[in-house]
């Protein structure tokens, strides 16, 4: 106890014994270990999180947490797992859960993490849920706004037969999108045969399958609404196969606004989700859950804004 007082200047040691004790701990090499003193006050002040760092997506989310996390004073843990449908190990789980005051997970797919989450006693937020029906807060754009703002945005062009590659329909933002696409048809009243809908996943690779499958159409879409800016960058590599242009023949809509959409030619026209203040948004509710505030909502909403850039014109031949 003496030993400790004085290697963490506390009063109860004289000078003659704390100067002694600390002669001998630089003799030893003795450092401090910062979490053990953490964890000893009951706090460790260190945020966890686990990720596929796979995507500009997923990347922007973790800047905008360790951003806010820093700001609070707190430090981040980062897991990345490997693939979509990795489950974390019990031992990474165990192990965040022992060292961090609480955890954000960032791993919307069907992979059994939440089940393993709620297993331990330590607040949890999550990004880009599943579903609604899940035991933890969570924090997602207005990815339905967003359909909607890409499909009015296409028909206030002049574009009538727009065709949408939907993303991964385990996840509620592409199932909210494809749903906002399909109301706007009917809406607009713009064609809406089944085959305008092609579903991918949210990979460059399933941008370019989803593209080709709309391009083998009689009647081929004057313009394109991508489940995200990956896929729109596949379906514009199909187009381009195909021997066609963007905006001139299709028009092109993403879904993010990762920083590839202003360097690709032309420019990618897209749904800018606020990536950044996700982040930010989901550290401040695991904060306030860490010092025992309730959360107000289960579902926290940010609003996404379409970014018009040279991927979009007026159809050749207005329907």
């Known amino acids: 106890m003496t030993a400790s007082r004085a290697l963490n ?16 701990a630089d003799e030893m090499g003795y450092v401090a270990n910062p979490l053990a003193q953490k964890l000893s006050a009951g706090k460790s002040h260190i945020i966890g999180a686990i990720a596929q760092l ?81 035991p933890f807060p969570f924090v997602i754009a207005d990815s339905y706004q967003g359909g909607r703002l890409a499909v009015s945005h296409l028909a206030e062009l002049g574009h009538r037969r727009i065709g949408c590659i ?11 999108r494809l ?40 009647d081929i879409p ?16 199909a187009i381009r196969e195909a021997g066609l242009s963007v905006p001139e023949d299709i028009s092109l809509v993403g879904f993010d606004d990762i920083p590839l959409a202003t360097e ?24 306030a859950r860490i010092v025992g505030l309730e959360v107000p909502t289960n579902r926290t909403i940010l609003p996404v804004k379409l970014i018009v850039r040279q991927s979009t014109a007026p159809p050749r031949n207005p329907g």
């Open 179 to 218: 749903q906002a696409y399909r109301d706007m048809v009917a809406q607009l009243d713009l064609a809406h045969e089944d085959d305008l809908i092609a579903v991918g996943g949210f990979s460059h690779k399933e941008g370019f399958d989803a593209a080709k499958k709309l391009l083998t159409l009689t």
């Open 264 to 287: 690709m030619q032309p420019t990618l026209t897209t749904i800018r989700q606020p990536l950044h203040e996700m982040g930010r948004s989901a550290t401040n509710l695991l904060l």
């Open 166 to 176: 939907a993303g991964d329909l385990r996840l509620s933002s592409a199932r909210a």
């Open 9 to 24: 200047k506390q009063s109860g040691v004289s000078e003659a014994t704390r100067e002694e004790i600390l002669r001998i």
């Open 54 to 134: 796979h995507t500009s997506f997923t990347g922007d989310l973790v800047m905008g947490i360790g951003s806010a996390v820093r700001g609070a004073g707190y430090e981040m843990l980062l897991y990345s797992l490997p693939g979509n449908d990795s489950q974390p190990p019990h031992s990474v789980v165990s192990l965040l859960r022992q060292i961090a005051d609480g955890l954000i997970a960032i791993l919307p797919y069907e992979s059994g993490y939440l089940e393993e989450l709620a297993r331990f006693d330590v607040p949890v937020i999550t990004i880009d849920a599943q579903s609604d029906d899940q």
């Open 222 to 237: 004057t313009a394109i609404v991508a489940s995200n800016d990956t896929t729109a960058f596949g379906a514009l590599a």
